[in-house]
C-alpha cells in the first residue's frame, strides 16, 4: 500500500510543476511591469526594491524569473501579503482550516443525503419517488449557488431568523460549539445541496449497474432477501464507483466553497482570495492557486487509495 | 442517390464514394422522432428557443429602458405590479407607466426590462464561451485521441494541471490581472472550460479509431485529415453535441456567479449575474426581494432548460449510457 | 414422492411494445428422485427461462402465465410466497449458472461466499461452517483449498470459478440442482474438466440434475432423459438412448446430424437452414415448418399437439403421428 501511494505521489509532481506554470503565466502575462506583482504601490513604509530585486530577480528574463519564484515557492515561500502585511503562508494557513471545515461538512451531508436516495432510486427505478429525485438533481445542478445562498438567507435568516446570516461565530472569548454549529449550517447547506445533486445520479447509477450483474443473480439463487442482495451484495460494489467519484468532486467542491465564503463571510481561503482580487494582492492570488491544486491532488490521492481499500482487484505494487 | 461504388474508382476513395446526403436527412428524422418522446428536453427546448426570442427582441418588448431615465428615483423599490400607474412624473407631467412585471430596483429602473436585455449579455456570452470551449476540446481531445503516444500523455497532464485547479478559483485569479469586460469574460471562459469535452472527444476517439471501418480507411491510404473528419468526426459529433449544450449551461453558470461577485461583467451593462449584487445588502433582501428572486429564476430556468435538452440529446445519441 | 419437480402447462410471457413474445410455451414436463434431465435447444428456444421459472427468477418484465403449474416436491412454486421460495432457494434448490466470470461477486472472498450459503440455510457454528466450505471445494476437486477460500474470485480462473460456484450450489446438499449452460463459457478443455467432475458428482451426491444446454454433446455424457425444445415449445421428450439412436422430431434429427465428426470425412458441416423464428411473428402452423425439409403442406395449417408415445417418448409433429410412420415412409 505504501508503495502505491508513493508511486501516485511521484505522479503528481510533474502536475504540480506544471500546475505552477500556468499560476505564474496566467498572473505575470498580463502587460505590465513585474514589479507591481510583489511592490505594494499603496503601502505606507515601501519596501526596499533593491532587496526584493534580489529575492525575485525581478530584472531577470521571465524563464529566470519564474525558476527563482518556483524556488522560493519550494521553500514555503509564497512571498509577503500587500494586504495583511503578513507572510502569504501565514495568511493562507490561517484560513485554510476554515475552508477545510466547511468543505468536509458539505461532503459529509452530500454524501448521507445522495447515498441512501440514490440507493432507493435505483432499486424503485421509474417511481414516483425516482423522477422526484430526478427532478430535484436537475434543480440541484442548474441553480446558481450564490443565488441559492442568497434564497436561503432570504428565508431562513431574515424572515424565519433560524441562522445566523453571516460569519462563523459570535462568540469570541471562548468555543461555543452551539454557535459554531449554528452558523455552519447555512453555508453546509448551501454548498452541499451542489454537490448533493449530481452525488444522487451517480449513486442511482452506480446500483443500477451492479443490481444488473450477474452476481446479484447468484446471491438470488442463493436464497438471500432481497434486502441482503441489495445491501450488502450490490451496494458494496456500487460504492467503488462512488469512491472514485469523490476524487472528481473536490474542485468543484472547493470552487463552491469559495462562493459560499465569500457569501456568508466566512473565513476561508475563498473570502482571502476574492479581497486579494479587490486589493490586487498577486503574492497571496498566486499562493491560492498553488494551495488549492494542492489540495485537489492530497484529495484525489486520498480518494485513490480509498478505492484501493474497498476494491480488492486493484494492485498495489 | 450513388449507392453504388465507382468501380473505376480508385480504392482510396472507395469509402468516400459513397452518398450520404439522404441518408443524413433520414438519420435527422430518425433521431428528432426520438428525441420527441422526452418530453422534459422538449419542454426545455422550447423554453430556450421562447427566452432567445426575448433575448433578440428585448428592444422591443421592453416597457421600459433598461438603463432608466430621470424619473426613477420617484420610484425605488417599487413591488411588482400588473397594473399601469399614473402619475407625474419629475417634470410635474403627467404619464402613464406600464405595469412594472418584475417591480424597480434600487435606482428606480424596470427589473422586467433589466432581464430582458441582461438575457442577451447572459445567454450570448454563454454561447460564445461555450463554443469556444467546444472547439478548443475538439482539437485537443481528437489529437490526443488520435495520435496517441507522447502527444496524447503531453496534453492529457496538460488537461490534468488544468482540471486540479478548481475552475472559480481560476477564473478569480484571471479575473484579477486580465478581467473587465463582456468579451474578456467570453474568452477567459471558453479557455478554461474545455477540459471535459477533450476528454469525451479523446475517448470517442480511441474508440473509434480501433474500428474495421477506420482501419480499412489507413490501409487504403486515406490521409489522416480526412480520416479524421470524414470518418470519426462524424460519429464523435453525439459527445460534442451533448457536451457544448451542457458547456452552455455551466458558462451561464459561471458568468452569472462571476458577475454577482464584480468580476465579470460591470455595470452599467446588465447581466443576470450582476443584477443579483445589489441583493447582496441585506436591507435590499428584506425590502425588495424581487430584485433578488427573478434574475435568479431566469438564470435558474435557462440553465435547467441546456440540462434537460442536454440530457435528452445524450439519450437520444446512445440510450445505453443513461442506465 | 418419486417425482420431485412437475411441471404443466408452464408458460413465461413479456409483454413488449410490439406484442406478447412467449418466451416458454406451454411446456409439460417431470423430474424424477435421482435421475438427470436434459433441455437442449437453441438460443432462444426458453430452456434457460424454464429454469429461472422453476426457482422463481424470472425477470421482473416477465410473468408465468396463467394456467401454469410448477410444484417443486408438491409445493406451488408459481404461488408461493418470496419468504418460501427464498427457503427453498440455495437449500432445495440449487443453481449454477452459464459465465462463471461474472457470476462471483468480486468483493468478497471466495469462502465467504460459499458460507453464505450455509448461513442462509443453516444454523452452525462458524468453525463448523468453515470446516465445510473447505470439504466442498476438495470435493469439486480445487486443489489447496485453505488458500482459495482466502481468496477474491478476480484471481482465480473460469474453470475454477466454475467449480467454486458447483461447491457454492452443493453447499446445502439440494435435491435438485439446475445447471444452465455450465460449460459453455469455457475453454473446451476446461468443459471436458468440469464435465467430468459433474459427472463424478453424480454419482457421489444424491441430487436430481436439470442440464440446460446448446450442446448435444454435452446433454449426451450426462443426461438419462432428454427433452428438446424449439421457439418455446418442447418438441420431442425421451431416454437419451431412444432419441440418440432414433430421433422422431426432424428437429432433433437435425441437430444430432450437426454435430461434427471426426470420423467422418466430410466437405461441408451439416446445418440446419434458416433461422429461429422471431418470437413476435411466429409462423402459424407448426414453429419448425418453415426449416423442415419434410414439410408439408398441412403442416403450416394447424399446430401439431404433444403427442406421448410410451416409454417415456414424446414427439409434437404432424408426420410423426401413428400415421406419421407410413407417411415417412411413403
Redesign the interface.
Known amino acids: 500500500m505504501l508503495r502505491y501511494i508513493l508511486r501516485r505521489g511521484l505522479n503528481a509532481i510533474p502536475l504540480l510543476f506544471l500546475i505552477t506554470i500556468i499560476t505564474y503565466l496566467v498572473i505575470n502575462l498580463a502587460p505590465g511591469d513585474p514589479v507591481r506583482m510583489f511592490i505594494n504601490p499603496e503601502a505606507k513604509t515601501q519596501i526596499d526594491p533593491e532587496i526584493l530585486r534580489a529575492q525575485w530577480g525581478l530584472d531577470k528574463p521571465f524563464f529566470v524569473r519564474y525558476l527563482i519564484w518556483l524556488g522560493n515557492v519550494m521553500k514555503g515561500n509564497l512571498g509577503m501579503s500587500f494586504f495583511h502585511g503578513r507572510p502569504v503562508m501565514e495568511v493562507l494557513w490561517e484560513a485554510l482550516p476554515n475552508t477545510i471545515i466547511l468543505s468536509f461538512a458539505s461532503l459529509v451531508l452530500s454524501l448521507v443525503v445522495a447515498v441512501p436516495i440514490g440507493i432507493y432510486s435505483a432499486v424503485k427505478r421509474n417511481s414516483v419517488f425516482d423522477y422526484l429525485f430526478s427532478t430535484f438533481s436537475f434543480l440541484g445542478v442548474s441553480i446558481p449557488g450564490f443565488w441559492l445562498g442568497l434564497m436561503c438567507i432570504l428565508l431562513f435568516a431574515l424572515k424565519l431568523q433560524w441562522f445566523p446570516t453571516s460569519g462563523m461565530r459570535e462568540v469570541y472569548d471562548h468555543v461555543d460549539v452551539l454557535d459554531r454549529l449554528r452558523h455552519l449550517v447555512l453555508p453546509t447547506i448551501v454548498l452541499g445541496t451542489g454537490t448533493m445533486a449530481g452525488d444522487m445520479r451517480y449513486m442511482r447509477s452506480a446500483m443500477l449497474s451492479a443490481i444488473t450483474q450477474d452476481f446479484v443473480r447468484t446471491a438470488r439463487a442463493k436464497g438471500a432477501s432481497e434486502n441482503r442482495v441489495i445491501l450488502k451484495h450490490a451496494l458494496r460494489n456500487a460504492l467503488l464507483p462512488m469512491a472514485t467519484s469523490i476524487g472528481f468532486m473536490i474542485p468543484s467542491l472547493f470552487s463552491g466553497a469559495a462562493a459560499v465564503e465569500i457569501l456568508f463571510a466566512w473565513p476561508g481561503l475563498g473570502r482571502v482570495l476574492m479581497q486579494a482580487n479587490f486589493t490586487r494582492d498577486y503574492p497571496i492570488i498566486m499562493g491560492e492557486l498553488i494551495l488549492f491544486s494542492l489540495m485537489v491532488i492530497v484529495g484525489s490521492l486520498a480518494s485513490d487509495v480509498l478505492y484501493a481499500v474497498v476494491d480488492p482487484r486493484i494492485k498495489l505494487d | 442517390m450513388a449507392l453504388q461504388p465507382d468501380p473505376r474508382s480508385s480504392s482510396a476513395s472507395v469509402a468516400e464514394s459513397f452518398d450520404h446526403s439522404d441518408t443524413t436527412h433520414k438519420r435527422f428524422k430518425a433521431f428528432w422522432k426520438k428525441f420527441r418522446k422526452n418530453k422534459?428536453a422538449v419542454a426545455g427546448l422550447c423554453t430556450l428557443l421562447f427566452l432567445s426570442a426575448t433575448a433578440i427582441l428585448a428592444p422591443v418588448l421592453s416597457p421600459y429602458d433598461p438603463a432608466g431615465d430621470a424619473n426613477d428615483i420617484l420610484f425605488v423599490d417599487q413591488a411588482p405590479s400588473l397594473h399601469s400607474t399614473r402619475q407625474a412624473g419629475m417634470d410635474g407631467v403627467e404619464r402613464t407607466y406600464p405595469p412594472n412585471l418584475f417591480g424597480r430596483d434600487e435606482l428606480g429602473r424596470d427589473v422586467f426590462s433589466r432581464c430582458l436585455h441582461a438575457g442577451r449579455i447572459s445567454l450570448s456570452i454563454g454561447l460564445i464561451s461555450a463554443g469556444i470551449a467546444v472547439v478548443i476540446g475538439t482539437i485537443v481531445g481528437s489529437l490526443a485521441g488520435y495520435f496517441g503516444g507522447l502527444l496524447d500523455d503531453l496534453l492529457m497532464?496538460?488537461v490534468?494541471?488544468?482540471?486540479?485547479?478548481?475552475?472559480?478559483?481560476?477564473l478569480?485569479?484571471?479575473?484579477?490581472?486580465?478581467g473587465g469586460t463582456a468579451v474578456t469574460v467570453m474568452i477567459i471562459l471558453g479557455l478554461t472550460s474545455w477540459t471535459g469535452t477533450s476528454r469525451y472527444v479523446r475517448a470517442e476517439f480511441l474508440s473509434i479509431k480501433e474500428r474495421e471501418y477506420v482501419l480499412a480507411a489507413e490501409c487504403s491510404g486515406v490521409s489522416h485529415a480526412r480520416i479524421i473528419s470524414r470518418h470519426i468526426l462524424p460519429n464523435a459529433i453525439g459527445p460534442i453535441i451533448v457536451s457544448a449544450t451542457m458547456g452552455i449551461?455551466g458558462a451561464i453558470?459561471s458568468e452569472?456567479?462571476l458577475s454577482?461577485?464584480?468580476?465579470g461583467v460591470q455595470p452599467p451593462t446588465a447581466s443576470w449575474?450582476n443584477m443579483?449584487m445589489a441583493?447582496?445588502d441585506?436591507n435590499t433582501?428584506?425590502n425588495a426581494?424581487w430584485k433578488?428572486?427573478f434574475p435568479?429564476l431566469l438564470?435558474?430556468v435557462t440553465?435547467?432548460s441546456f440540462?434537460?435538452v442536454g440530457?435528452g440529446l445524450r439519450d437520444t445519441f446512445d440510450p445505453k449510457l443513461k442506465? | 414422492m418419486d417425482t420431485i419437480v412437475e411441471v404443466r402447462n408452464l408458460s413465461v410471457l413479456f409483454r413488449t411494445e410490439e406484442g406478447v413474445v412467449r418466451a416458454v410455451d406451454g411446456l409439460d414436463f417431470e423430474i424424477r428422485r435421482g435421475e438427470t434431465l436434459g433441455i437442449v435447444g437453441e438460443s432462444g428456444c426458453g430452456k434457460s427461462m424454464t429454469a429461472s421459472a422453476l426457482m422463481g427468477l424470472i425477470p421482473k418484465a416477465g410473468e408465468i402465465g396463467a394456467g401454469s403449474t410448477i410444484l417443486f416436491d408438491g409445493i406451488d412454486v408459481v404461488r408461493a410466497s418470496n419468504g418460501q421460495l427464498r427457503r427453498i432457494r440455495g437449500d432445495r434448490a440449487a443453481m449454477i449458472f452459464q459465465e462463471p466470470m461474472t457470476s462471483l461477486n468480486p468483493v468478497f472472498k471466495i469462502g465467504d461466499q460459499i458460507r453464505e450459503a450455509l448461513e442462509l440455510h443453516r444454523t452452525m457454528a462458524r468453525s463448523a461452517m468453515d470446516a465445510r466450505v473447505i470439504e466442498l471445494l476438495s470435493l469439486v476437486g480445487i486443489p489447496s483449498p485453505e488458500r482459495i477460500a482466502a481468496s477474491y474470485p478476480h484471481t482465480l480462473s473460469g474453470g475454477m470459478r466454475q467449480r467454486v460456484m458447483i461447491a457454492m450450489a452443493l453447499a446445502c446438499d439440494p435435491e435438485l440442482l439446475l445447471a444452465d449452460e455450465p460449460t459453455t463459457a469455457l475453454d473446451v478443455t476446461i468443459q471436458a474438466q468440469i464435465l467430468e467432475l459433474m459427472k463424478d458428482l453424480k454419482r457421489k451426491v444424491n441430487a436430481s440434475i436439470l442440464l440446460i444446454s446448446h450442446n448435444m454433446g454435452v446433454i449426451a455424457e450426462m443426461c438419462d432423459r432428454i427433452i428438446v425444445m424449439y421457439a418455446g415449445r418442447a418438441v420431442e421428450e425421451g431416454h437419451a438412448r431412444d432419441l440418440f439412436a432414433d430421433p422422431l422430431h426432424p428437429y432433433t434429427e437435425g441437430l444430432l446430424r450437426s454435430i461434427p465428426s471426426v470420423a467422418a470425412k466430410r466437405e461441408r458441416l451439416d446445418s440446419i437452414p434458416g433461422m429461429v423464428p422471431n418470437p413476435l411473428s411466429m409462423p402459424s402452423g407448426c414453429g419448425f415448418a418453415p426449416r423442415c425439409p419434410y414439410a408439408r403442406p398441412e403442416c403450416s395449417e394447424g399446430q401439431p399437439g404433444l403427442l406421448r408415445l410410451g416409454e417415456g417418448r414424446a414427439v409434437r409433429c404432424f408426420l410423426r403421428g401413428s400415421r406419421g410412420e407410413e407417411r415417412m415412409a411413403s
Open positions: 422534459l497532464r496538460f490534468d494541471a488544468i482540471r486540479a485547479i478548481p475552475t472559480f478559483i481560476l478569480i485569479a484571471i479575473m484579477s490581472t486580465w449551461a453558470l452569472s456567479s454577482f461577485f464584480g468580476l449575474g443579483l441583493a447582496q441585506i433582501m428584506i426581494p433578488a428572486i435568479g438564470i435558474l440553465v435547467l440540462n434537460f440530457d442506465d
